[in-house]
């Protein structure tokens, strides 16, 4: 059978990396593969009466670190190469975060928006049951977390399926993350990945010879931000750009592209997106026809948020930015890559800059486990304990500090400030890891592929370790 060209894309940037590294062909072959996948087949009754033949699949490309972990999806074309393609991405994401996970995929072979809710919850209720059955989810094995066509509704289904059928079991909610927060789930997941783009873009930025280099000033601020797809990561990462002082000069939708040189307001285009039904004939700005003139759009950063293969050949050499942030999974074509390592263009990877939502997912895993939500022990402590600083600072100096000063200075950490600090934490830190990776390597190396370098000698360390059982 032939490899799919999604899966054969995957592994040929695997290849290109692992020539960057001195690794034993024959481990580099076992960080390639993917160790397990299956397939289910199983019916559901569908409202009408009638049976239904569903198929689906798991895949967990490496096990070198327990659970996997990665998305379950709903698309009617997904196919078990796909899910094993994105099962090795997860690994490589994992990787470069730092999550101490391996990668896992997921995949129902059904377009969501032809099933009633109650079909949905019968499909994904009976693939958590198979998965179950055969070992296949647990916190300590396989972790799903939502992926296309799928939302914390699911995995509230998962778990409550997952728990009625381990009594007992007290860690059953963190057999899967990005609940709702009434179900296990934790502050700070839904703006996560928008949250971490933000993170890497601030930290690359205020990199003086970097953007030296790219013909930039240090520092986001000022700095003209275009955006494609305004759903959970780029509105998050427009938000976020926007709050750290990006002018959001291009945005995008279904629809088409609105563009001002001046600036958008978010939270106003989002508002009357929602009273027209559309982002075009926004005030003061200039509609462009096409969902794709966004990527071509006059600006400093672009960030790609809606999905892949958006950037190609055959726009990449109009391509007027200068840092490009991969907020969607794949947005750029292999041969784009090319182009625009060649006009010198900074392509942040998707395997990075959108790792924020992986990386609160294992901030909730950590929280499930813990059964005690983030900052809950602490923060009254640590409030009490700033508020007699701040009162001896005030006698020692005889000055006394404003209510909002005092408040800023004492106040405790909460559960949202505490997943925010590790997630910036993650994202400054992973960020310097390739950055060394990638000086290590030279200029003619694309930061993705000193991401997965990064990523391929971390599974490598990791599997020399363990050795091999039996
Ligand atoms: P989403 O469905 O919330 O948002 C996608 C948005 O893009 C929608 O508003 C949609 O209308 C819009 N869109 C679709 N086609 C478009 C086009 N041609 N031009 C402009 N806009 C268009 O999905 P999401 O969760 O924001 O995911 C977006 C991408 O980010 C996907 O590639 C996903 O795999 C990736 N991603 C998401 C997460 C996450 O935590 N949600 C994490 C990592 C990667």
């Known amino acids: 059978m032939a490899t799919s060209a999604f899966l054969q894309q995957v592994n040929d940037i695997f290849d290109e990396a692992a020539r960057h590294t001195d690794h034993d062909a024959s481990l580099l072959a076992q960080i390639k593969a993917c160790n397990t996948i299956i397939q289910v087949s199983f019916p559901i009754r569908r409202d009408d009466g009638s049976l239904e033949v569903i198929r689906a699949w798991r895949a967990q490309h490496s096990q070198h670190k327990l659970p996997t972990k990665g998305g379950i999806r709903f698309a009617p074309d997904v196919h078990d190469e796909e899910v094993m393609a994105l099962a090795a991405l997860m690994s490589y994401k994992c990787a470069i975060v730092d999550v101490p996970f391996g990668g896992g995929k997921g995949g129902i072979q059904i377009d969501a928006k032809n099933y009633s809710v109650g079909e949905l919850e019968r499909i994904t209720r009976r693939f958590a049951f198979e998965l179950i059955r055969k070992n296949f989810i647990g916190p300590g094995l396989d972790v799903p977390a939502p992926d296309f066509g799928t939302s914390p509704r699911e995995m509230a289904w998962i778990a409550d399926t997952y728990a009625q059928l381990r009594p007992g079991d007290v860690d059953a909610l963190a057999c899967v993350t990005a609940k709702p927060l009434g179900q296990g789930g934790i502050r700070g997941r839904v703006q996560a990945t928008g949250r971490g783009l933000f993170y890497g873009v601030r930290e690359i930025c205020r990199d003086a010879p970097l953007m030296k280099s790219l013909g930039l000033t240090p520092g986001l601020a000022g700095k003209r931000v275009a955006v494609q797809g305004l759903g959970n990561v780029g509105y998050h990462a427009a938000k976020f750009m926007a709050e750290g002082g990006g002018i959001l000069v291009g945005l995008s939708e279904r629809e088409g592209t609105?563009?001002?040189?001046?600036?958008?307001?978010?939270?106003?285009?989002?508002?009357?997106?929602?009273?027209?039904?559309?982002?075009?004939?926004?005030?003061?700005?200039?509609?462009?026809?096409?969902?794709?003139?966004?990527?071509?759009?006059?600006?400093?950063?672009?960030?790609?948020?809606?999905?892949?293969?958006?950037?190609?050949?055959?726009?990449?050499?109009?391509?007027?930015?200068?840092?490009?942030?991969?907020?969607?999974?794949?947005?750029?074509?292999?041969?784009?890559?090319?182009?625009?390592?060649?006009?010198?263009?900074?392509?942040?990877?998707?395997?990075?800059?959108?790792?924020?939502?992986?990386?609160?997912?294992?901030?909730?895993?950590?929280?499930?486990?813990?059964?005690?939500?983030?900052?809950?022990?602490?923060?009254?402590?640590?409030?009490?304990?700033?508020?007699?600083?701040?009162?001896?600072?005030?006698?020692?100096?005889?000055?006394?500090?404003?209510?909002?000063?005092?408040?800023?200075?004492?106040?405790?950490?909460?559960?949202?400030?505490?997943?925010?600090?590790?997630?910036?934490?993650?994202?400054?830190?992973?960020?310097?890891?390739?950055?060394?990776?990638?000086?290590?390597?030279?200029?003619?190396?694309?930061?993705?592929?000193?991401?997965?370098?990064?990523?391929?000698?971390?599974?490598?360390?990791?599997?020399?370790?363990?050795?091999?059982?039996?």
């Open 258 to 470: 609105i563009v001002n040189p001046k600036g958008l307001d978010l939270e106003a285009v989002m508002a009357h997106r929602k009273a027209t039904g559309s982002l075009l004939d926004f005030p003061g700005a200039t509609n462009v026809p096409g969902a794709g003139a966004v990527i071509e759009a006059d600006c400093d950063i672009l960030a790609p948020c809606a999905l892949e293969l958006q950037v190609t050949g055959e726009n990449a050499p109009r391509i007027k930015a200068k840092i490009i942030a991969e907020g969607a999974n794949g947005p750029t074509t292999p041969e784009a890559d090319r182009i625009l390592h060649e006009k010198g263009v900074l392509v942040i990877p998707d395997i990075y800059i959108n790792a924020g939502g992986v990386t609160v997912s294992y901030f909730e895993w950590l929280k499930n486990l813990s059964h005690v939500r983030f900052g809950r022990m602490e923060k009254r402590f640590d409030e009490g304990a700033f508020s007699r600083l701040v009162g001896a600072i005030e006698k020692a100096t005889g000055k006394e500090f404003s209510e909002a000063e005092r408040h800023s200075l004492a106040a405790g950490a909460d559960e949202e400030d505490l997943v925010n600090s590790g997630l910036e934490e993650t994202m400054i830190t992973s960020w310097r890891q390739i950055k060394s990776v990638r000086e290590r390597l030279g200029n003619k190396v694309t930061y993705r592929i000193a991401a997965f370098v990064d990523a391929i000698d971390k599974i490598a360390a990791s599997y020399k370790e363990l050795g091999i059982f039996p």
